[in-house]
């Protein structure tokens, strides 16, 4: 079986995390990696929209400047704030929870 680049990322993940990919075998149910506190889903893709990469780098700009972790959260109108998305660097996300 080839050992294609997807593979590769969430064994790299899992290892940088403290957890272990979960392989393809039809009961995974979303979790690419098991942990015993996150269910973590890896996706990699060719791009990812440019809006996103310039409002997380204002931000972790910005946090940086003043010592601190940037986060930037998206919400869409309508939506419950407590369903917003929180995306951190995977940098500072290692930084924070010690890994």
């Given at each position: 079986?080839?050992?294609?680049?997807?593979?590769?990322?969430?064994?790299?993940?899992?290892?940088?995390?403290?957890?272990?990919?979960v392989p393809v075998t039809g009961e995974r149910d979303g979790?690419?990696?098991?942990?015993?506190?996150?269910?973590?889903?890896?996706?990699?893709?060719?791009?990812?929209?440019?809006?996103?990469?310039?409002?997380?780098?204002?931000?972790?700009?910005?946090?940086?400047?003043?010592?601190?972790t940037g986060v930037l959260v998206l919400h869409q109108p309508?939506?419950?704030?407590?369903?917003?998305?929180?995306?951190?660097?995977?940098?500072?996300?290692?930084?924070?929870?010690?890994?």
């Amino acid at each position: 079986m080839s050992d294609r680049r997807w593979k590769r990322l969430e064994r790299e993940v899992a290892a940088k995390v403290g957890g272990q990919r979960v392989p393809v075998t039809g009961e995974r149910d979303g979790a690419d990696i098991t942990h015993p506190v996150f269910a973590y889903q890896v996706k990699s893709r060719r791009a990812l929209p440019a809006w996103l990469w310039t409002w997380l780098a204002g931000i972790t700009g910005t946090a940086t400047r003043q010592g601190k972790t940037g986060v930037l959260v998206l919400h869409q109108p309508g939506q419950e704030l407590d369903d917003a998305v929180v995306c951190v660097r995977f940098r500072d996300w290692q930084d924070l929870h010690g890994v």
